[in-house]
């Protein structure tokens, strides 16, 4: 079972950056992705940007291509978010997520949130204009 607890949200003014920071306990080994989703009232959980764990290979939605980055540490237990160039439309709580266990699944299917089983409490972030 993976364990997974985000941190570093918080307010920033538009343009500004952050860097959220997902560690990961437990049982890693079979665990594909990495992935960031994100969610703000009233709208569905949403993919953001997902890292394949073996090879570091890296997938983003449209919205952020160019302004995020995610990454893992060397262990691949700690994903990261560096988010820059931020707008209030990134105003959302974020959620780290993990495919923990499972078969892997076609590419086009990197942002379907049910294909992720172990999720974060999530964190928020606050973009004001």
């Known amino acids: 079972q993976v364990q997974l607890v985000e941190s570093g949200g918080g307010s920033v003014q538009a343009g500004g950056s952050l860097r959220l920071s997902c560690a990961a306990s437990?049982?890693?080994?079979?665990?594909?992705?990495f992935g960031w989703f994100r969610q703000s009232p009233g709208k569905e959980r949403e993919g953001v940007a997902v890292?394949?764990?073996?090879?570091?290979?890296?997938y983003y939605a449209d919205s952020v291509k160019g302004r995020f980055t995610i990454s893992q540490d060397n262990a691949k237990v700690t994903l990261f978010l560096q988010m820059n160039s931020l707008t209030p439309d990134d105003t959302a709580m974020y959620y780290c997520?993990?495919?923990?266990?499972?078969?892997?699944?076609?590419?086009?299917?990197?942002?379907?949130?049910?294909?992720?089983?172990?999720w974060g409490q999530g964190t928020q972030v606050s973009v004001s204009s």
């Open positions: 997520a993990a495919r923990a266990y499972g078969v892997d699944f076609p590419m086009s299917d990197i942002f379907e949130k049910g294909n992720y089983n172990a």
């Open positions: 437990g049982y890693t080994g079979s665990t594909r992705y």
């Open positions: 890292i394949r764990r073996s090879n570091g290979a890296t």
